[in-house]
């Protein structure tokens, strides 16, 4: 009998702590997916940052290092530099990239740290029970926006993606989503993508997925996927925000 | 004999770094140690190294843990302000057990404070710091050869015990010159590493971390990294002594006090004045027993020091029940000069105020 779908080599068959409907699961099939048809996993080294990603070694059989809340692309910065032959990846959550860890995004990416980051927004802190995250949508209800985010004293969901675009040293920044089939498929193709870029030295390498957090949304896990749809799409667009085609920056 | 050139203690200490077989360096600017990134951007290219002049603090010592997790010697250095901010760091570093150099020359504080030499971070070198259970090794040169020698020992201690190990200087040692031998005295001891994270190829996936969520994990995690502290404590102890045979008073000083406290010394002892210095080299491991052996005896301590008396309680702690501890400092780039050292010795062997 010919199995036509399967467990990818690159996810171990722990049951995983993420809540029933969360599209973390799906972010991490997709990169198991792409380790197993790239071939890497051997040579591959994550590092998830702190939140909901954190237990990222329990589901990927691979080396991994567990790096302080935000600081996960200034860790993979020296463990690239220490060992360039390796692929080094970071998986952050937005209170971990778009919050405490600004400061380590930016810079490795403006220094053009030949390392791929995969970036999930959810809009919430999600391990933490639902507090206001920078990406946080305006008018969204979270446990430390009870009335809504406002502008006036939260200011404006952070667009990581766009942001990071600007800098010199990127090679590729995209942000897809993972609400749906063919959503998740287009995830696939730009996680595959990411890693090639770090294969090829192109430089930094940055996957923004929209994802839900339908426990803290306190949604259904099928409402949850149509508010990416109908609310978080609109204000996070998606699509390549750049993407180099030759090594052009030498 | 080998020969000895003219040096700056901050530049023995980089040398030493790069000697040693570290090829990392990841730093951000603060006075009074600039000398040693500025070296280190120069030098450490020529030897195969990597220099990232990092975009804080907090960035440095995550560079650091990332080149460390990979298995290689890696270091940073700041002052006082940066050191702050790299605590998080190296509690993580201790948590999962990687070893780490982290250099300290010293700058007044708290907050901004001056660039004077002083000694005021002893407490967050020698007692924490950081969050959690967990020790630094903490080394403390008094010359600028032992700023070459402790550098190199501090990146074997680091990875003999898997364990963040801090250089602390007052700017005094880091920025004065002498004739230094720039060669290792003995070749450099580079342990096996069979935990790095070089990708899973051949073996199984290794893992470094720090979080333990399970029933009394992270307290069998702490009594663990315990049991490793206590063996650093028998085991590592380095101290300098002299003059104690006859001594009736110790001094117990670290660092540029330790140098005046000498020649302190050698002015009481021309005026029949019996002194003996006690100079911990490793202030964790503190010289616990030495301490205590020679304070059953002599019975009168005075601790000098370039802050407000930060080492006065772990002296107090390893002191004979029955020695008498004085105590003599200067903050904030203040200096104890000579002659005030000799006035102090003179009034704690007269039995004056504790």
New interface residues.
């Given amino acids: 009998m010919n199995a036509i779908f399967k467990r990818p080599d690159n996810l171990t068959d722990a049951a995983t702590h993420f809540c029933p409907g969360c599209t973390h699961g799906i972010a991490h099939r997709l990169i198991a997916e792409a380790m197993d048809e790239l071939g890497i996993?051997?040579?591959?080294?994550g590092?998830p940052g702190v939140g909901c990603c954190?237990f990222l070694?329990r589901y990927f059989?691979?080396?991994?290092?567990?790096?302080?809340h935000g600081?996960a692309p200034?860790?993979?910065?020296?463990?690239?530099?220490?060992?360039p032959d390796?692929i080094i990846f970071a998986y952050q959550g937005d209170g971990d990239m778009a919050a405490i860890g600004t400061?380590?995004i930016?810079?490795a990416a403006n220094?053009g740290e030949n390392i791929t980051v995969f970036f999930i927004n959810n809009s919430v802190y999600g391990m933490t029970g639902g507090q206001m995250a920078p990406t946080t949508l305006l008018g969204q209800q979270t446990t430390t926006s009870p009335f809504g985010r406002d502008f006036k004293s939260e200011g404006y969901p952070i667009k990581m993606a766009e942001m990071l675009a600007t800098l010199e040293g990127v090679a590729y920044s995209t942000r897809v989503s993972l609400h749906s089939p063919k959503h998740v498929n287009q995830a696939k193709k730009a996680i595959r993508k990411a890693f090639e870029m770090q294969i090829n030295e192109m430089g930094f390498s940055v996957v923004e997925m929209l994802s839900t957090c339908n426990t803290n949304w306190r949604v259904s896990p099928l409402e949850a996927l149509t508010m990416i749809e109908r609310e978080m799409i609109p204000y996070f667009p998606l699509g390549v925000f750049k993407e180099r085609t030759g090594k052009d920056f030498l | 004999m080998t020969e000895k050139k003219l040096t700056k203690g901050n530049i023995a200490l980089a040398e030493g770094a790069i000697q040693a077989g570290c090829r990392?360096y990841?730093g951000y600017p603060i006075t009074p140690q600039n000398d040693i990134p500025e070296y280190l951007a120069r030098n450490l290219p020529k030897n195969g190294g990597?220099f990232?002049p990092?975009?804080?603090e907090?960035?440095?010592i995550?560079?650091?843990?990332?080149?460390?997790?990979?298995?290689?010697r890696?270091m940073t250095s700041s002052s006082g302000p940066g050191i702050s901010l790299m605590q998080?760091?190296i509690s993580?570093l201790a948590g999962?057990e990687m070893p780490a150099v982290i250099v300290n020359i010293m700058r007044c504080g708290p907050g901004l404070g001056g660039i004077a030499p002083t000694q005021g971070d002893y407490n967050q070198a020698v007692h924490g710091g950081g969050h959690g259970d967990y020790r630094n090794i903490v080394l403390a040169p008094g010359s600028v050869q032992e700023m070459f020698d402790l550098t190199i020992r501090a990146f074997e201690l680091a990875d003999k015990y898997r364990n963040p190990t801090m250089i602390i200087a007052d700017a005094m040692i880091g920025q004065f010159q002498e004739p230094c031998r720039l060669t290792p005295e003995k070749p450099v001891e580079f342990p096996e590493k069979p935990w790095a994270?070089?990708?899973?190829?051949?073996r199984s996936?290794?893992?470094?971390?720090?979080?333990y969520l399970g029933d009394y994990e992270q307290e069998e995690h702490n009594l663990f990294l315990k049991k490793k502290y206590d063996e650093i404590q028998e085991n590592e102890v380095m101290v300098e002594m002299q003059n104690l045979d006859d001594a009736e008073l110790i001094i117990v000083a670290f660092g540029t006090p330790a140098r005046v406290a000498k020649t302190a010394i050698s002015l009481a002892r021309a005026e029949g004045l019996k002194v003996g210095l006690i100079r911990p080299i490793t202030l964790f491991p503190f010289p616990v027993k030495q301490v205590f052996e020679h304070s059953a005896r002599v019975k009168n301590i005075l601790v000098v020091e370039m802050n407000t008396g930060q080492m006065v309680r772990d002296v107090r702690i390893a002191a004979h029940k029955d020695a008498a501890i004085h105590f003599y400092g200067r903050p904030g780039g203040g200096f104890p000069f000579p002659d005030d050292v000799l006035g102090e010795i003179k009034k704690a062997l007269a039995g004056g105020a504790r």
């Fill in positions: 996993a051997d040579r591959t080294i590092i954190v070694y059989p691979i080396d991994a290092l567990e790096a302080p600081r200034a860790c993979a910065t020296g463990m690239k530099r220490a060992q390796r400061s380590e930016i810079h220094r | 990392f990841f990597t990232i990092a975009e804080s907090i960035a440095s995550n560079m650091v843990m990332g080149a460390s997790a990979s298995g290689k890696a998080e760091g993580y999962s994270l070089t990708g899973r190829k051949g996936p290794r893992l470094l971390k720090s979080l």
